[in-house]
């Protein structure tokens, strides 16, 4: 193979597509990516079994071919070489790539292309297509409670429903639910599948143009598309324990206060905050007193003014993941329901359909 290419047209592919490459695992070829050249079109191929990436580039072709080399690698040299234009020349006969550019030569060793897995296919899916902007904000605001326990996969997951105009995605890790509803444009079927969070994190990196993303399901994997890069995964099987039945529950206690005010004492507050020490919230009728204590640094203390009359109240969650809820909410207000010290409490925003349960942890006396 030999062609001619623009550099940052390669840099900006190789950068979505190495990301999928692992060294991890022993297998050596799955650390590469995969050039194929044909037509005036270079292709790009990466997977560690679970989550594979293809992306393409128009490219001056001189010959066709193809050729596996070490992905990271490649980048690395592509983005140093200083001027516009990039040679990469494979003959099978060398064993390996040579990337050149005016003073610039190296010569990469190349994997058997023969081992490279074949990558998925998803042409007999399901598909349906979004609004890639909406779709993209609420993957942003769920997918931070998945869990990153790999001993406990299901968790790693985000539930998604899609069809009927609107998208719900949930993520749980067993301690904290955050879920959110989106009204948007939908063509196709309703469809629902589990999804692997650091799929739906590699689509937010790579899916930075377009207005729209066509999303395919099959039985066994989900296909993102855009205009010029395809990102599968492994479906999730099995199930997550359900709290959503909570969102929808009965609360008997409710309070609202400032968000932005709220979130900037819970961030000095969480100065104090040590190993696992927990942020304890107090809430009186007119305000909610915010306390962090840590044998190795002290205390700390903030108030926040409630927004109306509030329940008594003393209540502690992990401080990291209180944090997160606070931020993820949206709107000028926020919201609690509760029911009392020990069960899981929702926090809501005022202007759309997004909700953060947490469950609370003991406090000391």
């Not at 301690?175 to 079927?189: D, H, I, M």
């Not at 190993?275 to 002290?298: C, K």
Request: proline letters at 3%.
């Amino acid at each position: 193979m030999k062609l001619v290419c623009d550099r940052e047209g390669l840099v900006a592919a190789l950068t979505g597509v190495a990301r999928v490459a692992t060294s991890r695992g022993g297998v050596q070829v799955l650390a590469g990516v995969r050039l194929g050249v044909e037509n005036g079109t270079l292709t790009l191929a990466a997977t560690d079994m679970e989550l594979s990436c293809r992306g393409s580039i128009e490219v001056d072709a001189q010959e066709s071919g193809v050729v596996v080399v070490p992905a990271r690698a490649l980048l690395d040299i592509v983005r140093r070489i200083q001027s516009q234009d990039v040679t990469l020349t494979a003959e099978s006969a060398d064993g390996v790539l040579r990337v050149t550019n005016g003073e610039s030569d190296y010569a990469l060793n190349v994997y058997s292309a023969m081992d490279f897995p074949a990558l998925p296919t998803y042409a007999s899916g399901l598909g349906t297509e979004v609004d890639r902007v909406l779709f993209l904000d609420t993957v942003a605001r769920v997918v931070r409670a998945a869990s990153t326990d790999a001993s406990r996969p299901v968790y790693t997951g985000v539930r998604m429903s899609i069809g009927s105009g609107e998208v719900n995605l949930a993520a749980t890790d067993g301690y904290r639910l955050a879920s959110k509803t989106t009204s948007l444009r939908t063509s196709g079927e309703m469809a629902e599948a589990l999804i692997p969070a650091r799929a739906l994190q590699e689509l937010a990196r790579l899916a930075t143009a377009g207005d729209s993303l066509q999303i395919t399901l099959t039985p066994n994997l989900i296909a993102f598309e855009l205009a010029d890069v395809v990102l599968t995964s492994r479906r999730l099987d099995g199930e997550q324990q359900s709290h959503e039945h909570i969102l929808t529950g009965t609360f008997a206690h409710h309070a609202t206060v400032a968000r932005n005010e709220l979130l900037e004492a819970v961030d000095r507050a969480a100065v104090i905050v040590h190993r696992n020490s927990p942020i304890e919230l107090a809430f009186s009728e007119t305000e909610l007193r915010l306390r962090v204590r840590s044998p190795e640094l002290g205390e700390a203390n903030e108030r926040v003014k409630l927004r109306g009359p509030g329940p008594t109240i003393r209540i502690g969650f992990n401080a990291s993941f209180f944090r997160d809820g606070v931020e993820l909410v949206h709107g000028e207000e926020m919201r609690f329901k509760m029911n009392d010290g020990i069960r899981p409490v929702v926090l809501q925003g005022t202007q759309d359909d997004f909700a953060y349960l947490v469950a609370p942890i003991r406090l000391s006396e």
